[in-house]
């Protein structure tokens, strides 16, 4: 029995140290990679965790599983900062522009490497040959650097921007370019023998292309077609803003498209003008909105339309497309170009309605802020050139749309009104028509139901 006893003993001694070496051989294999668990937790964490790693099976898996788990452990801390420092700084990218929008030009930054920028705060705009379009930053923090210049030509998802969520993003930053000057300095100087070098086989190179450079610029300067101008002291060069170019082209093929020709008339505003002055404060103390002349003519727009489907349709190849709504677009002009908002279904709108929705639609295209969507689109166009004193025009189709209404300025004329001369406030209109599609009989017709609707307003409650 006594033997019996020993040899059980000694079994649990070998054991008890073979598994120590175990132990001992694990912690030293995972001491290298996990260096991280231990730092600041001394053995007592050690223990912690030796207990139910080695219960069982002892992977390394676990053992990261238990190091998170422990809210208290400095371990977790120290993980977290290390993520927070990979994962602070987020990218500002161009977004979609539209469906017919590929690319867009930087047009200013509103902000400054260094500035605090606030959740989808506006930091560059990106100027469209539509509209204007803000870089917003997708998380608040502090702009650390800009990756594009004004001027750039960027698509959708164009990185312009790198923002760090947080002002210790900017700090961390700041060491690592410190450092990297040293390192330049450093290459410079060993580099100092092979750039002696090469300095003095391009001086012969430098010394030749002199004489070629002054022959090449004279000719572009002195070209046939250019005018002598003055001074380049009083002279300044622009370049085009993609808005402008896009007008520009858009108006050169209506112009090289379609057929044009443009019919003309005048409206006594007599009676308009009266309405508005006898119920502009109870129009507004109702609406919150101010009457005005333009919804007066959309009014009587739509009633021509209607009367003459043809002035609302389009061609289409070899089809001509009938639309049996109105949508109303209005030509405004802002300081970066001509933008024409369109009024969705002006057939539906009474006075105050469409008051409301030119008024927010100017607003916008004024500060710029108005969207691709609110432009799209639009079956006949409404351009009043009068609120710039124009007297008489020949307005231009926006395509591809098939006439466009000119208004113009309201001048006192003498007038012959039953059989008396009097002074009346009268306005020139004008419509510029595809006469591919609207003869001229269409075309007067629909301008003698503008003028007699501005006239006599009651024809529209009376739908005669």
């Not at 008890?16 to 001394?42: H, T």
């Not at 497309?321 to 405004?332: F, H, K, L, N, W």
């Not at 009474?350 to 607003?363: M, S």
Request: include cysteine.
């Amino acid at each position: 029995m006594l033997g019996i006893t020993r040899r059980r003993i000694a079994r649990d001694l070998i054991s008890r140290k073979s598994l120590a070496k175990i132990q001992s051989s694990v912690f030293a294999s995972r001491s290298c990679s996990n260096e991280a668990l231990f730092l600041g937790g001394g053995l007592k964490h050690v223990r912690n965790f030796s207990s139910p790693l080695f219960s069982g099976v002892a992977n390394s898996k676990t053992m990261r599983e238990v190091t998170l788990i422990q809210n208290d452990s400095p371990a977790r801390v120290w993980t977290r900062s290390f993520s927070s420092d990979n994962g602070d700084l987020v990218d500002a990218v161009v977004p979609f522009m539209g469906e017919s929008i590929t690319d867009g030009t930087l047009a200013t930054f509103l902000k400054k490497p260094g500035d605090s920028v606030q959740v989808d705060e506006p930091i560059a705009q990106i100027e469209t040959d539509k509209v204007t379009i803000d870089v917003t930053s997708p998380e608040a923090g502090i702009i650390q650097k800009f990756v594009a210049k004004e001027g750039d030509t960027v698509e959708p998802g164009t990185k312009i921007a790198i923002i760090s969520k947080s002002a210790d993003g900017v700090s961390h930053a700041a060491p690592s370019e410190e450092k990297l000057p040293p390192a330049k300095t450093e290459v410079s100087k060993e580099q100092k023998p092979k750039v002696e070098a090469p300095a003095v086989k391009e001086k012969p190179k430098t010394q030749s292309p002199p004489p070629p450079p002054p022959p090449r610029s004279p000719p572009p300067r002195a070209s046939a077609t250019e005018p002598v101008l003055p001074p380049k002291e009083r002279e300044r060069r622009v370049p085009m803003t993609r808005l402008r170019k896009r007008v520009a082209t858009r108006l050169k093929d209506s112009q090289n498209t379609f057929a044009l020709l443009t019919t003309f008339n005048e409206v006594d505003m007599t009676n308009l003008m009266k309405l508005r002055s006898d119920y502009k404060d109870a129009f507004v103390e109702k609406h919150g909105v101010k009457l005005g002349l333009m919804s007066g003519f959309i009014k009587a727009a739509v009633s021509g339309l209607q009367n003459q489907p043809i002035i609302n349709a389009v061609i289409d190849g070899d089809d001509i497309i009938y639309r049996d709504y109105v949508d109303i677009s209005i030509a405004v002009g802002t300081p970066k170009g001509l933008v024409v908002p369109v009024l969705r279904n002006a057939d539906r709108m009474n006075f105050a309605d469409i008051e409301k929705e030119i008024n927010t639609l100017a607003k916008k295209a004024t500060a710029g802020t108005i969207s691709i969507d609110e432009m799209a689109g639009g079956s006949f166009t409404i351009s009043n050139g009068g609120v710039y004193g124009s007297l008489l025009s020949t307005p231009i189709i926006n395509p591809p749309q098939s006439a466009i209404l000119g208004m113009h300025s309201i001048v006192s004329r003498p007038m012959v009104v039953g059989g008396v001369v009097v002074p009346r406030p009268m306005m020139y209109i004008a419509l510029t028509y595809d006469h591919r599609l609207i003869d001229g009989r269409e075309a007067v017709f629909f301008l003698r139901r503008i003028k007699d609707v501005v006239e006599d307003p009651r024809r529209l409650l009376l739908d005669i």
